[in-house]
Nanobody, 123 residues
């Protein structure tokens, strides 16, 4: 089993940056593809980014491509989401999740979820 804890959210002005972290417990972190999702006010969960087990492959939603970067450190059992050029529409609760698949983009493909961290981007 994997437990996930996100951190790094907060309030930032449009154009600013934030770096989210997701720390995992358990001995099998490197066995999972990891992903980030977000849920804005009144919206469904939206895929943001995913990364393969080794970190060699990354996948992004079109809405964040070129602005966000996902990475992982398997030794530290942590996955990151660097968010640059933030926009008000990026405001959401951000969740990290673990999947037995790599590059998964659908919520049902993830088996473990963190509790989420709030990101608010002011205009």
């Amino acid at each position: 089993q994997v437990q996930l804890v996100e951190s790094g959210g907060g309030l930032v002005q449009a154009g600013g940056s934030l770096r989210l972290s997701c720390a995992a417990s358990g001995r099998t972190f490197s066995s999972y593809g990891m992903g980030w999702f977000r849920q804005g006010p009144g919206n469904e969960h939206e895929f943001v980014a995913a990364i393969s087990r080794s970190g060699d492959s990354t996948y992004y939603a079109d809405s964040v491509k070129g602005r966000f970067t996902i990475s992982r450190d398997n030794a530290k059992k942590t996955v990151y989401l660097q968010m640059n050029s933030l926009k008000p529409e990026d405001t959401a609760v951000y969740y990290c999740a673990a999947s037995t698949m790599q590059g998964a983009r659908m919520r049902y493909q993830y088996v473990y979820w963190g509790q989420g961290t709030q990101v608010t981007v002011s205009s």
